[in-house]
T-cell receptor
Framework: KAGVTQTPRYLIKTRGQQVTLSCSPI?????VSWYQQTPGQGLQFLFE???????NKGNFPGRFSGRQFSNSRSEMNVSTLELGDSALYLC?????????????FGPGTRLTVT | GESVGLHLPTLSVQEGDNSIINCAYS??????FIWYKQESGKGPQFIID?????DKRQGQRVTVLLNKTVKHLSLQIAATQPGDSAVYFC?????????FGKGTSLLVTP
């Protein structure tokens, strides 16, 4: 099976703009989670989607949003970008019902806000 | 608030030695714990997990120990190899949300 894919891999945006990142989970995986990774804060949970519904949400402002489509693909959006939003954004998918909580991560999207 | 943290930010070991990476957690309600390895330019890669009702779990060259009394988790890597050089994260989970620690950088020297 193909792994988790994320597009784009690199992105440069200007403060105040908005950005949309895309994630395609492993085939058959219905749960998709998003994380933000920065040197200072490490890996922080953003939100998790299952069957097009957000089930869990981390402690991030409302500028961070996401959605999941019927084919389990997911997008996350960040509006009114701030310099502090520069980070590696990771998407992970999980096969539910497999008796494991193992999350498979994609390579991430490196977002730079200038 | 609840947190997951690592005792050491960096660890240097010689090739062939055993490595031990430690992690402290504070959420006693966590259902499971996972160790991830992240190499430069890549996303985290699953190493091994352990449920909260277990004390020890072994994989290939790796062992995870869970001490719920002191809320401590450790990852033991046997016969450490150069390819083991990476950043290692522990994560505690409840439901499908993972709370990651800051990470420990493991450097394997020849």
């Amino acid at each position: 099976k193909a792994g988790v894919t994320q597009t784009p891999r690199y992105l440069i945006k200007t403060r105040g703009q908005q950005v949309t990142l895309s994630c395609s989970p492993i085939s058959g995986h219905r749960s998709v989670s998003w994380y933000q990774q920065t040197p200072g804060q490490g890996l922080q949970f953003l939100f998790e989607y299952f069957s097009e519904t957000q089930r869990n949400k981390g402690n991030f402002p409302g500028r961070f949003s996401g959605r999941q489509f019927s084919n389990s693909r997911s997008e996350m959006n960040v509006s009114t970008l701030e310099l502090g939003d520069s980070a590696l954004y990771l998407c992970a998918s999980t096969e539910l019902g497999g008796g494991t909580y193992e999350q498979y991560f994609g390579p991430g999207t490196r977002l730079t806000v200038t | 608030g609840e947190s997951v943290g690592l005792h050491l930010p960096t660890l240097s070991v010689q090739e062939g030695d055993n490595s031990i990476i430690n992690c402290a957690y504070s959420n006693s309600a966590s259902d499971y714990f996972i160790w991830y390895k992240q190499e430069s330019g890549k996303g985290p890669q699953f190493i091994i997990d352990i449920r909260s009702n277990m004390d020890k779990r072994q994989g290939q060259r790796v062992t995870v120990l869970l001490n719920k009394t002191v809320k401590h988790l450790s990852l033991q890597i046997a016969a450490t190899q150069p390819g083991d050089s990476a950043v290692y994260f522990c994560a505690e989970g409840s439901g499908y949300a993972l709370n990651f620690g800051k990470g420990t950088s493991l450097l394997v020297t020849p």
